[in-house]
């Protein structure tokens, strides 16, 4: 290595301390009044979540049946991660901010310390909303507690909603696909938020209507010692267009905080639905103390002929995620997507890709998945892509690639391809590289800093994902990478 | 021999050819010249069988035969030979098998004896200096890892092989240097005969220097603009595929 | 069920130990108790386990295997070349040594003249008589990870192939070895193969698992290679069993600095067929390349696991697998590169692709690329798909049929990998099995198509190389 380069690769790593010392921006408590179950979890603590709620009979039935059935169940292991392990009856599973008897009506009915705590997170709750065009249902715990645009996508015909209001206002949708794609026993952590969701959001787009706006949800763990069970359930009816966006932070603490989340997609014929994802829940410190563990079902099923549902996530959070947004290509000529990012740092254990099911004839997948490790960071692409007897000329291409910063990380890659039709096409690549020497040195060459570089570079290997997310998410992904790998580079 | 008629193509539902006509009697030399996206290539595929074009309109009468309804393996016994202007590469399949194995399903289907190892041999090598290919190239696999040029040497082995009645050459001469050049057109030259036609596409004069055609065609969106004699080829040269347009609207 | 199954290997065990070659040597004694301890305490592995997801062997583990009982390879009727083969055709190798369940068959072994100074090509048996402390240390333990097969291989442990090259020594032919099981009903044999070729030796070694006869056999071999600084191993293993074999195989290698080994596996045959190939890089600049062709057909289920463990620097590792789908065939493919820390400048690539020829045929690929270090050069790839069909095109261009042009381009997706393990004779006699077994290479243009390529090939040889 030449001399010049060599200290130039130098340079960013003496800041790396400075910028390790960096704290999690979005790490901050907010100090508002809450209401809290008393940690623990049997029949009774899921019933009074029912309760609380005001549910209808079937919705206590289903949670009940769910619970019996996790009882029964064991942490899956399968996964390259190694996990603290979790005191089930030392969560809570109910916090709500205490306001109100009745939920808000309105933005002005919310605690101001809420919205400012939505404010410091930069989300687009008011102005900002207008400003972006963003439809907004904000999660913040255990419940939904504003829900901004309701009325202009009410013209249309859509349904934007909080799950607890979609349970007591449309009972009958909720009903209908509630467990569709995700049943109640699909895995552990599934059977967990059946059992004890508290809240989320419901979208239903009615036949032929393109929804005129992103809608989106942020998602906000706050009180200690509490898990969050957020279940979200979009219905695309034939022929509509909804694109949804998801974001996600909590505050810093010492103790891992368990968020096990649900996410169903159906889509109806001619349907398609976008789903992105920014995740930057707590990773906890420097020292892997602390951080969310991450637990998330994220399932579409492609219903209906000609329907396509596109999965993007930008993950850059949590101690520990586990997830694998899917897809189940039922109808013919249906298309299944998935784009991802993942970025672990320090002590961050990713093990997160896709499944893609073929089981329509003419059906296609497309995954991309970028991968980058650094510190002491373990990441893992695990993706399965499965095609049927009957999914005559299903095709599949999958890219998957890893990139490693500091020779302390790890960078798996666990493809699992069953094919069971002869016309299928399924293809997989995989590479793993470093930032090269030379790229540094020609970005430097041209008058960047060795950090500018890095970004720049960092960036250009995130592409072909970032350009699937709507244009205010990438600017937020940009920059979400670029704190998330400060020092990474050494 | 060959008569294309008012041929219209498609691929994807959007229209390539639009019209053209081309008769080619034997020995003959045409060459096609165009600019970039004029259609010249899937002209070439169309009269090889290629699947995904899509004939409207028109046809191709070959030696007062149908062509069109013809598979490709057929068209290739009954004398034609394209050159693709990128040749497959085939991994697992050794050169010279694969070529015994064509020049035997073609000569059986003349009603010719097939060729044994030996013979085949005999003659593979022969052919083999007048391209001025390295014989070790015969014993790798089709195509794969050549480079370019021996790729291009390669096609005109396999010409020289099959020895066709109507050859199509597809921008052959692309990419070569000037001696690679040389020797594809010697090769070529070498086969002109009375009863042997070819349609030659290129997109350089240069090429015409070598092998002289009889007639120079210009395929302008998707249609012959201009035919002529050789002189045309050099005007083009002069003066671009620009005023052709011009031309057009005039 | 599992513990019948336990119960009657241990029973099986019990009767017969005392009586394998080796018996009351101390360390032989030892190491198949503990084997066979191992096995017990393991058990048959089972769907839930990761490795074993897509490979059932519970229909094995329902049979109660033996040992041969009729005597082994010494027996007479044995030495018949119908039961133990001729050998390769055109193979010429140095030394071949010939089992029959397992046992050596002293008449049908044997050396083509003298063998290079130092170089020995013995039985197992004879060596754990005479002087066992040379292969100890290669045989106390199984290698890594807890393969049920391999410790109840070693609980078994007896006979088999110890194959040594001194220092410096090249080896021009190969060795030839051939394994018959042949089932009365129910026999099992667990030989060993050791290959240990010290500093800069050079040798190539067939390994040929045949079968013959109706009844149901499990064949469950072990081979370890070691390959010592600067040495060079060749290893084909060719499975042509019978639709009554189940063969649950198990390969061992270490690879010291700067040596070399070529991992060949051909499958042609067998019931089931499971085979784990672990090759650990254990020195600077070791390479390894791993080939590696199967054809499932009719009902076969064929299943190969492999593993490289790049654990110090400088270490390349190449594999190329392909699979041949047919009939109700399932085939396995689960190819794991672990980079470990200390291991830098690693180039690995691995790539497994196939063809499904039938409605009914299945597969499942799994590659797998672990890595701990970050200046690394890795890449795999994996394909499930048809044939390309601008080939397709390009050949019927050039007056072949399609039929042909389809039979010409799945045989060269099989002699793409082919070509790649070198042993002429071992690859004319895949090629000509494959013409055989296929259906789909019914159309392949000249009926003794793959003698007729290999001639062509020979004959497109500059002169100079012909002689």
Known sequence: MTESLQAAREAPANDIESLIGREYEQGFVTDIESETLPPGLDEEVVARVSEIKREPAFMLEWRLDAYRRWREMREPNWASLAITPIDYQAISYYSAPKSKEDAPKSLDEVDPKLLETYEKLGIPLEERAVLAGVAVDAVFDSVSVATTFKDRLASEGIIFCSFSEAVQDHPELVRGYLGSVVPRSDNFFAALNSAVFTDGSFVYVPKGVRCPMELSTYFRINAANTGQFERTLIVADEGSYVSYLEGCTAPMRDENQLHAAVVELVALEGATIKYSTVQNWYPGDENGVGGIYNFVTKRGECRGARSKISWTQVETGS?????????????????????????????????????????????????????????????????????????????????????????????????????????????HEATTSKIGEDQLFYCMSRGLSAEDAVSMIVNGFCKDVFNELPMEFAVEARNLLNVSLEGAIG | MLEISDLHVAVDGDPIL????????????????????????????????????????????????????????????????????????????????????????????????????????????????????????????????????????????????????????????????????????????????????????????????????????????????????????????????????????? | MTSAALEHYRREWSAAHASLPGAGVGWVDRVRRQALDRFCERGFPTPRDEDWKYTNVRPLERRAFRLDSTGG??????????????????????????????????????????????????????????????????????????????????????DGAVIEIPRGVRLERPIELAFVARGESDVVSHPIVLVLAGEEAEATVVEHHLGAGAGAKLANPFTRIVVERRASVEHHLLLEEDDATWHTGNIDARVSSGGRLGSNAVQLGGRLVRYGIDVSLDGVGASVALNGLYVARGRQHVDFHTRVDHREPGGTSEQVYKGLLDGHGRGVFNGRVVVHRDAQ???????????????????????????????????????????????????????LGEEAARALLTFGFAEDVLARMGAPAVRRHVERGLVGALPALADLPAPDGAEDLAGAARLAAPRDQRS
């Open chain 1, 319 to 427: 101690a520990i995620t586990w997830k694998y947004p899917s897809c189940v290509l039922r109808g013919d000529d249906s298309v299944g997507e998935f784009y991802s990012v993942a970025v672990t740092h320090h002590h961050q254990q990713a093990d997160t890709g896709t499944k893609m099911i073929h089981l329509g004839r003419n059906t296609r997948s497309n995954i991309v998945s970028k991968g980058i490790s650094a510190g002491r960071s373990r990441n893992a692409y695990r993706g399965l892509v499965q095609v049927g007897r009957g999914a005559s000329a299903a095709r599949n291409y999958t890219q998957c690639d890893s990139l490693l910063m500091g020779d302390r990380c790890a960078a798996h890659t666990f493809p699992y391809m069953e094919v069971k039709n002869p016309g299928a096409r399924v293809e």
């Open chain 2, 18 to 250: 639009k019209g053209v006509d081309l008769s080619v009697r034997p020995g003959e030399v045409h060459a096609v010249m165009g600019p970039n996206g004029s259609g010249k290539s899937s002209l070439c595929h169309v009269l090889a069988g290629r699947e995904g074009y899509e004939v409207t309109a028109g046809g191709v009468a070959y030696e007062g035969e149908d062509l069109l309804a013809l598979e490709p393996d057929d068209r290739a016994r009954r004398g034609i030979f394209l050159a693709f202007q990128y040749p497959v590469e085939i991994p697992g399949v050794n050169n010279a098998y694969f070529l015994k194995a064509a020049v035997n399903a073609v000569r059986r289907a003349r009603g010719d004896d097939e060729l044994d190892a030996i013979d085949f041999m005999q003659l593979m090598r022969e052919k083999v200096k007048l391209v001025d290919m390295d014989e070790g190239l015969l014993r790798r696999p089709l195509n794969e890892g050549f480079s370019g040029g021996e790729k291009k040497r390669n096609e005109i082995l396999q010409m020289m092989l099959l020895d066709p009645r109507l050859a199509i050459l597809d921008e052959t001469d692309s990419g070569l240097d000037i001696d690679a050049l040389r020797i594809v057109a010697d090769g070529v030259n070498a086969l002109r005969s009375p009863d042997r036609a070819f349609v030659v596409v290129t997109h350089h004069e240069r090429f015409l220097e070598y092998v002289v055609p009889d007639r120079v065609h210009v395929l302008y969106e998707g249609r012959i603009a201009r035919s002529g004699g050789r002189t045309l080829a050099r005007e083009l040269e002069e003066r671009g595929y620009g005023h052709l347009r011009q031309e057009r609207v005039a």
């Open chain 3, 73 to 158: 390879g010494g027996a007479a009727g044995h030495a018949e070349p119908a039961v133990c083969g001729e050998g390769l055709p055109g193979l010429a190798p140095a030394a071949r040594l010939v089992f029959l369940n397992g046992r050596l068959v002293p008449a049908r072994s044997g050396e083509a003249g003298e063998l290079p100074e130092g170089v020995r090509v013995e039985s197992l048996a004879h060596v754990l008589a005479s002087n066992p402390e040379r292969v100890e240390s290669h045989l106390s333990d199984t290698g890594g990870g807890d393969n049920a097969f391999a410790a109840l291989n070693h609980a078994f442990l007896g």
């Open chain 3, 345 to 399: 400048h690693s180039d690995a690539s691995q790539s497994n692709h196939n063809l499904l020829l039938s409605e009914n045929a299945e597969i499942d690929t799994k590659p797998q690329l672990e890595i701990f270090a970050d200046d690394v050069k890795c890449s795999h790839g994996a394909t499930v798909g048809q044939l390309d069909e601008r080939a397709v095109h390009y050949m019927r261009s050039r007056g």
